[in-house]
């Protein structure tokens, strides 16, 4: 079982950066594949970016490729999403997220309560 607690979300504007971090419970965590996915209003729930066990694969959108970065810290259980560049259209409530094994945006299924994040033109 693992508890996910997403934070750093907020408002700013275009061209601007945020930081998301997300803390999770556990002692399995180095296990896990961990992702971030966002929803829009009025969307669905979409896949943003995700990162190994190993913290040596990592899986970006199209959309966010170049602007966003994820890292993770097993020691600490954590797993960040370092996000530049910000366009309105990021607009979301962003999920962190986990799956034991590998990656597959598919099946994960474990998930934080969100954060919204707001981006000004």
């Known amino acids: 079982q693992v508890q996910l607690v997403e934070s750093g979300g907020g408002l700013v504007q275009a061209g601007g950066s945020l930081r998301l971090s997300c803390a999770a419970s556990g002692r399995t965590f180095s296990r896990f594949a961990m992702g971030w996915f966002r929803q829009a209003p009025g969307k669905e729930r979409e896949f943003v970016v995700a990162?190994?066990?190993?913290?040596?694969?990592?899986y970006y959108a199209d959309s966010v490729k170049g602007r966003f970065t994820i890292s993770r810290d097993n020691a600490k259980n954590t797993v960040d999403l370092q996000m530049n560049s910000l366009k309105p259209e990021d607009t979301a409530v962003y999920y962190c997220a986990a799956k034991m094994g590998r990656h597959d945006r598919r099946l994960y299924d474990y998930w934080g309560q969100g954060t919204q994040v707001t981006v000004s033109s």
């Open positions: 990162i190994d066990w190993g913290g040596v694969y990592t």
